[in-house]
């Protein structure tokens, strides 16, 4: 074996394999060692590399200066990798200077030589020359320092929490935070004051973590700490809005980390410091957070009921040259506070042209009078509102217990339950079916019972020659955003993880960037609720039986009259003559149908989203 591992003429496969057999031998006869360290001169690179790893595995101390050589001067990236590998493995002290060197040299060029180099130094485990790179000027060095004190969870990383390179702080506050170190979240907490006097805006990973550090801390200090950077126009809107979602949640913490979504449960916190923070801090909210923060603000000052001036809030919800969102959480301020302004603004809401101004009012009204909200919505004609507002309609007649809302949802359901067309003031009825349906069975009166009945027995019947037909009434009337959120990150769906959209998402499925342009709403439905109706091509699974008996399975690539290309769930592409195939089964699509795992509005927010994908 040791004439095998040296001899130049000996093939790749077989010098290769004569040295490991030599280590598998020295993991308990050290007598072949000296055999595996003669190949570490060899000529041939990878000779020299597969000893070295093989030594390095053995623990093989006496190798340490040929090692070291080898990190030093050999010309071979992958034997320079083993060997600093090697020398982590001894815990070689007399590694550490030419390790850092190695990393100088490196400059983070070559991700697997970094990383080889940090891993020894972390295995050799002397800190001291590690700490001592905090005054580097090189920041390979700095960065390699910072990722080895990373791995041993050490308090020492928030020495580089002062460090000139921002991308280096952002490293430190990711070990600080994902691990974590719970001994520096004080330092991450307190580094928001750097992140607030940079001149530009700091990396967003850094800003959020420091977010986090200051809201898991909890003080008063740290509760105003998010206001200042809730309302710094440098920082990106992203984290903006993530220190006052924070200071939302501060009162009530939820169990996981607001990074990285791993378990660390906050205990309940007294709501009072927080409301007299947000309170102290209302005119600098309300002047420092503009645009599209400005709503989130508002529900904030509502929800801890802060004082602010009535007069000013009310001129707001009544600025038609604010955006709706603004002019909408005015209003429910107002409400919150019992404002005398809040009529005022109701009555003028109840005129708008918007929607969401018009829907706001309804809901208001639905709180404190109710036979009124019921007389504003019904009184409207259904027929003169848009599917937002008849959706919304039913959704506040059917909070109204007083049953004064009933005839609106009662004559919306005779519609609903009927197979002929709909009259044409109920032409959006197929739109907000399923609004109907959910306030009819939220209601249920008796005039409702035998209605929702029928409207069942209805669908009952249509089923036996319609397959699709209990979920037609999600083929329109669903909220893009709430479609394209579910597409993204519905936990039991996982529509991204198989489906690529503009270039993002997984590939075990067709890309549907284009999906709507393939066909209608039905085919977006059916595709969703019946995966193998229609299935798109290269994405249908068959079995083959030969003619010899053999069967093979696999998704088909392309056909033609003679032959049949399938692609086999190793990846390799096989081609079958037709006249080989004595039986196949019909195409399976691998997805499974989300009937049993969306809700039927669920569903028709995905339809609405998938129908803009052109």
Partial sequence: LGTLAVTDYTTGINQRHAIWALGQIGRKNSEALPLLRRVLTHRIDEARA?????????????????????????????????????????????????????????????????????????????LDPVLARAASDNKAERLAAILILRRASSPQLTRFLNDPDLSLVTEVARAINDLPVDSGTPELAATAERV??????????????????????????????????????????????????????????????????????????????IRSVVQDSAAALLAGTEGELLPTTLKLLAKFQVEINDAEIASWALDEKRPAATRVESLRLLAVRKSPETSNVVAQFLKAQESPLKIAAWEELAKTEPPRAAHEIQSSGQAALSID???????????????????????????????????????????????????????????????LAAYRSRLDEATKTDPLAMFRAAQSGGNVARGEAIFRGHRRAQCLRCHKVNGYGGEAGPDISKVASRGNREFLLESLIDPHAKIAKGFGTVTLILNDGKVISGTIKSESKTEVVLTLPQGRAVTIKTDDIDERTDPKSPMPGVRDVLSKAELRDLVEFLSTLK
Wanted: net charge neutral; charged share 30%; proline share 6%.
């Fill in 50 to 126: 597969q000893a070295t790893k093989t030594l390095g595995d053995l623990r093989d101390a006496a190798s340490e200066e040929a090692f070291l050589e080898l990190l030093q001067e050999d010309k071979s990236v992958r034997v320079r990798f083993f060997a600093a590998n090697a020398l982590g493995r001894i815990r070689s002290k007399k590694a550490i200077d030419p390790l850092f060197e190695l990393l100088r040299k490196n400059a983070d060029e070559d991700p697997f030589l970094s990383h080889a180099a940090v891993v020894a130094l972390h295995s050799i485990g002397d």
């Fill in 196 to 273: 607030l006097g940079e001149p530009a805006a700091s990396p967003d990973a850094l800003t959020r973590r420091v977010i986090n550090a200051n809201f898991r801390l909890g003080g008063k200090q740290n509760a105003a700490t998010l206001v200042r950077l809730a309302t710094e126009s440098r920082l990106s809107t992203a984290m903006r809005a993530e220190a006052l979602a924070a200071l939302n949640d501060w009162a009530e913490p939820g169990p996981r980390d607001r990074v990285n979504g791993f378990w660390r449960p906050l205990s309940s916190r007294e709501p009072g410091l």
């Fill in 389 to 451: 507002e008849l959706q919304a309609a039913m959704r506040i007649l059917a909070s109204l217990k007083d049953g004064s809302g009933d005839r609106l949802i009662v004559e919306g359901l005779k519609i609903a339950a009927s197979s002929d067309d709909p009259p044409p003031e109920w032409k959006f009825i197929r739109a907000v079916e399923l609004d109907v349906i959910a306030a009819a069975e939220t209601r249920n009166s008796e005039a409702m019972k035998p209605l």
